[in-house]
């Protein structure tokens, strides 16, 4: 099982019928800030408020047994992209989440339509019940990171970046499981083979790093309060992929604070932790930035109550 450009040009047909392509502008200001042109796509303005539901979006269609549902389990923009793709395609599904996710989150999703579980302590136990679920009832179980539709849905965000502006130096991608940045490589070779994918993940939870470095899944302490960033784990599919990377660089919760922060002051955009970390990655590192043409992709808008709050220092 590989993702080629040939799925994501598939992809492509399907999401272009549900959803516009996003914008992807630059700020005055934030290249002042950064020292380099930046250009920031916002996948925040998503009708989920992240690019996962290109994901959802490409997997549901792709399901002639759609009616049988499906089971997932997630910290929160996995699980609003699929209730939002099984609504659009009549479709039932049941989502784990752990019992201290995001309220707002799992509320979102019930208002999709989806059945939500709040159960267990972490993301490895809310996997162990849909698991579960999914065996007692006959849905589907699908897993957030090795799964091919969701790759190569979310593989058409990096389709739209490159196809304008072929010219990039760099993208920056954030990591959690991985399905972004493996797809934004299979896009890049095809069409930007000069554009560096630089990935980013917490340092507090950097299975998808560490997974890189070793090169092979492992297991990681899983502590950032970045919830799109939040895996234990390695998973085996973006990992393949993801050693196409030009680089894969760490930085802390605090660093995405303020990275948070400045993408509210110089472009005016709301960004959850996730979607900032881009740009907390391009922050930590201006030499390696300075004068060059990036994209860093804001993924996600969904903050909750605490992270807005803390945008004022
Ligand atoms: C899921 C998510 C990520 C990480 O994406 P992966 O494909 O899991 O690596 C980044 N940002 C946001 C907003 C997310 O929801």
């Known amino acids: 099982m590989e993702l080629t450009y040939a799925d994501v040009r598939a992809a492509r047909e399907v999401v272009r019928r549900h959803l516009p392509p996003t914008p992807m502008w630059s700020y005055p200001l934030l290249d002042r800030t950064t020292g380099a042109t930046v250009l920031v796509k916002h996948e ?5 408020g992240a690019f996962k539901v290109r994901g959802g979006l490409t997997l549901l269609a792709a399901r002639p047994d759609r009616a049988r549902g499906t089971v997932t389990y997630s910290t929160g923009n996995h699980a609003l992209s699929l209730a939002y793709a099984s609504q659009v395609f009549g479709a039932p599904c049941t989502v784990v989440m752990p019992a201290a996710a995001n309220p707002a989150k799992a509320a979102a999703v019930e208002a999709l339509g989806a059945t939500v579980v709040l159960t267990g302590a972490g993301l490895a136990a809310a996997e162990q019940h849909a698991v579960r679920l999914a065996a007692e009832t006959g849905a589907r179980l699908v897993s957030p990171g090795d799964t091919l539709e969701l790759l190569a849905g979310v593989g058409t965000l990096y389709q739209e970046i490159l196809e304008a502006r072929p010219d990039l130096d760099a993208i920056v991608v954030p990591v959690g499981s991985g399905t972004g940045a493996a797809a934004a490589t299979v896009v890049a070779k095809e069409l ?9 993940q917490s340092a507090s939870s950097p299975a998808a790093h560490d997974s890189w470095r070793d090169q092979s899944p492992v297991v990681r302490p899983n502590r950032t309060r970045v919830d799109g960033l ?15 990377l030009a680089d894969f660089v760490l930085v802390t919760d605090d660093q995405i604070t303020v990275g ?3 993408l509210a002051r110089d472009a005016h955009t709301l960004a959850e932790g996730a979607g900032a970390a881009p740009l907390a990655a391009v922050l930590a590192d ?6 060059r043409t990036i994209a860093v992709v804001c993924t996600g808008g969904n903050a909750s109550p605490a992270e807005l709050a803390s945008l004022s220092d």
């Open 260 to 262: 948070r922060r400045v």
């Open 44 to 48: 925040n303005t998503q009708p989920v």
């Open 286 to 291: 201006p030499e390696r930035f300075a004068g």
């Open 192 to 200: 930007a083979p000069r554009c560096q994918i630089i990935a980013v």
């Open 230 to 244: 939040a895996t234990g784990r390695g998973f085996a599919l973006p990992q393949h992929h993801m050693r196409d």
